[in-house]
């Protein structure tokens, strides 16, 4: 599975930005999905996950009610959709991929994750 991300960029406080993750290689609607970020001196860290189907979705605390995840199996694309955005939000996204087919379940933690896209830069202004 091959993932690259895009769609980021600078935005001011308050406002939004949608980033994709394009999807190749195996099929796409075999693997749940889960964005992470990672701040410049700080850990990668979850955001949220959507199942195989795109029918359920877990989100970090941080994310919950600003951001959306969202998925389009027919075009092997991810997205997140990130609303009243905070200059702590600024980091590097990823999206990654789940390898176990199928699977129930949704996983937050970054080891859970095989595929990994190379990243896409979201900066927020104050």
């Known amino acids: 599975v091959q993932l690259q991300a895009s769609g980021g960029g600078l935005v001011q406080a308050g406002g939004s930005v949608k980033v994709s993750c394009a999807s190749s290689?195996?099929?796409?609607?075999?693997?749940?999905m889960g964005w992470f970020r990672q701040a410049p001196g700080k850990e990668r860290e979850f955001v949220g996950a959507?199942?195989?189907?795109?029918?359920?979705?877990s989100y970090a605390d941080s994310a919950e009610g600003r951001f959306l995840i969202s998925r389009d199996n027919a075009k092997s694309i991810l997205y997140l959709q990130m609303n009243s955005l905070e200059p702590g939000d600024t980091a590097v996204y990823y999206c990654?991929?789940?390898?176990?087919?199928?699977?129930?379940?949704?996983?937050?933690?970054?080891?859970?994750?095989?595929?990994w896209g190379q990243g896409t830069q979201v900066t927020v202004s104050s």
């Open positions: 290689g195996r099929p796409f609607n075999w693997y749940s």
């Open positions: 959507i199942s195989w189907s795109g029918k359920s979705t």
């Open positions: 990654a991929a789940d390898p176990i087919r199928f699977t129930p379940v949704l996983v937050r933690a970054a080891t859970g994750y095989r595929y």
